[in-house]
Structure formats: structure tokens, C-alpha cells
């Protein structure tokens, strides 16, 4: 089983909808999350921290679910700018360990 | 935010041939660097960390004559894909740790081998 798992998608979501996917992880010993966005061909960015059960930024919402071992990503009211690809991070054993990514396709 | 910038972005050479990738943190002092491979749609994989003044620490599989790494100081490290072959062609990204634990990335290379 891989450390960390995602959804590849791609997830196509009209403009102005709500899009949400999530992240699992095999060590339960995890204490932080990270989502990271990724343009093609561009490095990641952070896009937010998870230390606890979840964070709120604008429309962006990070939900940790510890008991089943998995982060969740909401982006609200989607726009053109927020077609990228999600990478879920999770520092496990001492290293960080990434997701492949979900990639996210927001149509006019 | 802090920063770190990568160069070059994009480099094609010939079969053989050894190319040098630069990684610097601009505005803090990165004791640690990470140096990742992506390959498409795949996630970023670990090649190893570099620690400034020392040796880097390789992860299982990548092969350290092949992906010479040198941290020489607290602001660069560099990354030197030595006789490459078509099959190292790939996106190679590092990332620097701010003494707050953050993590920023570069904006990536591409090596492509022809």
C-alpha cells in the first residue's frame, strides 16, 4: 500500500461549483497534512496546513479525518484559476511523502 | 514568502554529457535541501536530502556517482546529473526548509536528453 493515496481524477466542475476529494494515508502516527498546488510544469505551492481536524482558507476547506485516515480538500464556488493539480503531503517516517495528485478541471 | 529559485529550467543535452542544476534560497539560509524527480502524472519522488558542509543522504535506488549533489553553503545546493542518458529525462524540483520547518519549493527543471 502506498503512504500516501489520490484520486487522480480528473474532477471537471463548472464554474461556480463545489469540488471536493480526498487524500489517504497509511501511518496513523502522521500529526500534520499539507495540500500543495501544482500548475503543469511548475513546482508545488503550499496551499494549506493541516495540523488538527481541519483549516479554512477563502473557499478552501482541509477536513482531517484521523480514525479513517484521510484529508479532505473542499474548494467552493470553483474558479477558472483554480485548475491545477492537489498534492497531498504527508511527513511520514522522517521524510515527506507525496501523492500523486488530483487534478482538478474547472470548465466555463 | 520566502523563496527559492532553480536553474536552469529547462535543459536539453546530448546523450553522454553532464548537466548541473543550481538551487538557491534568496532570502534565508537553508541548512537542508531536498532534491525530487517527477515523472508525469506521477507524484514527486525523493532523490535525497542535502545537508550544508556535509555529505547528502541518498534515498534507496537513486544512484550517487550518477546524481551528484553539493551543498557547499547555506544558500545553495546543486544537483549534477553526470553522463545522462534518455531515461534520466525527467522534471527534477528542489525544495529548501526555512528554520521554521517550512517548506518551499523551486520552480523545477527539465532535463530532457536527447
Known amino acids: 500500500r502506498k503512504e500516501v493515496e489520490q484520486d487522480p481524477g480528473p474532477f471537471n466542475v463548472p464554474e461556480g461549483a463545489t469540488v471536493a476529494f480526498n487524500c489517504t494515508y497509511s501511518?496513523?502516527?502522521?500529526?500534520?497534512f499539507f495540500w500543495y498546488r501544482q500548475d503543469c510544469r511548475k513546482e508545488p505551492k503550499l496551499l494549506m496546513s493541516?495540523?488538527?481536524s481541519g483549516n479554512e482558507d477563502g473557499r478552501f476547506t482541509a477536513q482531517l479525518n484521523r480514525a479513517s485516515q484521510y484529508i479532505s480538500l473542499l474548494i467552493r464556488d470553483s474558479k477558472l484559476s483554480d485548475s491545477a493539480t492537489y498534492l497531498c503531503?504527508?511527513?511520514?517516517?522522517?521524510?515527506?511523502?507525496f501523492g500523486a495528485g488530483t487534478q482538478v478541471v474547472v470548465t466555463p | 514568502g520566502a523563496v527559492v529559485s532553480q536553474h536552469p529550467s529547462r535543459v536539453i543535452c546530448k546523450s553522454g554529457t553532464s548537466v548541473k542544476i543550481e538551487c538557491r534560497s534568496l532570502?534565508?539560509?537553508?541548512?537542508?535541501m531536498f532534491w525530487y524527480r517527477q515523472f508525469p502524472k506521477k507524484s514527486l519522488m525523493l532523490m535525497a536530502t542535502?545537508?550544508?558542509?556535509?555529505?547528502?543522504?541518498?534515498e534507496q535506488g537513486v544512484e550517487k556517482d550518477k546524481f551528484l549533489i553539493n551543498h557547499a553553503s547555506l544558500t545553495l545546493s546543486t544537483l549534477t546529473v553526470t553522463s545522462a542518458h534518455p531515461e534520466d529525462s525527467s522534471f527534477y524540483i528542489c525544495?529548501?526548509?526555512?528554520?521554521?520547518?517550512?517548506?518551499?519549493f523551486g520552480e523545477g527543471s527539465r532535463l530532457t536528453v536527447l
Open positions: 525544495s529548501a526548509r526555512t528554520s521554521a520547518g517550512e517548506l518551499f
Open positions: 501511518n496513523s502516527a502522521s500529526q500534520s
Open positions: 493541516v495540523y488538527s
Open positions: 503531503v504527508v511527513p511520514s517516517w522522517g521524510k515527506l511523502q
Open positions: 532570502d534565508f539560509q537553508a541548512t537542508t
Open positions: 542535502s545537508n550544508e558542509g556535509s555529505k547528502a543522504t541518498y
